[in-house]
């Protein structure tokens, strides 16, 4: 299969989802990441993952801007002709679902979080809800990071209880992000 992973930015696949990206590889499965170019992208291209640039404002809330990446994805998408896109991140699983429907390619989007617009209540929670559930319509499945964010998706309704999947981990290497001890708590805070 080809498999298409878009985020926001192509460090995070190379240090949040690199064994996920490692075992679709090593099943044999063709693998592009869609994400704005950083230093990870030589690291990702040598561990096999074809690298497509993605022009978009990160934290912008400009819906002509927003507009505009769903036109980029959805060329993108059309070139690629991926069978299935990875969604990572909030602007790249709202829009990349809204630029693949129309293709009719299976989208796999992954409720990383939820951002500012989500988390700020009034007028942006509005927009940020009603994105989320025009994208999410008719999806077969929503991958969650977390019972609190799938929760509040399931209250909210942006999802249903057939769509929600919680994951068991987001696919952070743990032998590379070893956990550590917390400090004890008399030790001040290092600025």
């Given at each position: 299969?080809h498999?298409?992973?878009?985020?926001?930015?192509?460090?995070n696949?190379?240090?949040?989802?690199r064994?996920?990206?490692a075992?679709?590889?090593?099943?044999?499965?063709?693998v592009?990441?869609l994400?704005?170019r950083?230093d990870?992208?030589?690291a990702?291209?040598?561990?096999?993952?074809?690298?497509?640039p993605?022009?978009?404002?990160?934290?912008?809330?400009?819906?002509?801007q927003?507009?505009?990446?769903?036109?980029?994805?959805?060329?993108?998408?059309r070139a690629e002709?991926?069978?299935?896109?990875?969604?990572?991140?909030?602007?790249n699983?709202?829009?990349?679902?809204?630029?693949a429907?129309?293709l009719?390619?299976?989208?796999i989007?992954?409720?990383?979080?939820?951002?500012t617009?989500?988390?700020s209540?009034?007028?942006?929670?509005?927009i940020?809800?009603?994105?989320?559930?025009?994208?999410?319509r008719n999806l077969?499945?929503?991958?969650?990071?977390?019972?609190?964010d799938?929760?509040?998706?399931?209250?909210?309704r942006l999802?249903?209880q057939?769509?929600?999947?919680?994951?068991?981990?987001?696919?952070?290497d743990?032998n590379?992000?070893?956990?550590?001890d917390?400090p004890?708590?008399?030790?001040?805070?290092?600025?």
């Amino acid at each position: 299969m080809h498999i298409l992973i878009t985020v926001n930015a192509a460090w995070n696949v190379l240090n949040f989802r690199r064994p996920i990206v490692a075992a679709m590889i090593a099943d044999g499965h063709r693998v592009t990441v869609l994400a704005p170019r950083d230093d990870s992208v030589a690291a990702l291209e040598g561990r096999g993952c074809k690298v497509l640039p993605l022009e978009m404002s990160v934290k912008g809330l400009n819906p002509l801007q927003d507009i505009k990446l769903i036109g980029r994805m959805r060329k993108v998408f059309r070139a690629e002709k991926p069978d299935a896109i990875f969604n990572y991140t909030i602007k790249n699983t709202i829009f990349g679902a809204l630029a693949a429907r129309p293709l009719g390619i299976p989208i796999i989007p992954n409720v990383t979080g939820l951002g500012t617009a989500f988390l700020s209540g009034g007028f942006l929670q509005r927009i940020a809800e009603g994105l989320y559930r025009r994208a999410f319509r008719n999806l077969g499945v929503i991958f969650f990071q977390n019972e609190d964010d799938r929760d509040l998706f399931l209250e909210c309704r942006l999802v249903t209880q057939q769509q929600a999947r919680l994951l068991p981990g987001s696919g952070i290497d743990l032998n590379h992000f070893a956990a550590t001890d917390y400090p004890p708590k008399s030790d001040a805070p290092i600025s």
